[in-house]
């Protein structure tokens, strides 16, 4: 089954926990690949690892 957010890449800011976490699991559900940003890294890595271990396509950047 396809969804609308099949192929794209999304961006999510302040996605280490909280709202931008939920946006960022929502988004990758909904079939996108999710680039998660946030300032703190170990919080960031693991919400990356959660995704890619729930079979997702995301990475994890740390903005300064």
């Not at 999304?10 to 931008?20: E, P, R, S």
Request: charged share 20%.
């Amino acid at each position: 089954m396809t969804t609308a957010l099949d192929g794209k890449v999304a961006l999510v800011t302040g996605a280490g926990g909280g709202i931008g976490l939920a946006t960022a699991e929502a988004i990758a559900e909904a079939g996108a690949s999710v680039v998660l940003a946030d300032r703190d890294e170990e919080t960031k890595g693991k919400a990356a690892e959660g995704l890619r271990a729930a079979g997702r396509n995301a990475i994890g950047v740390t903005v300064t």
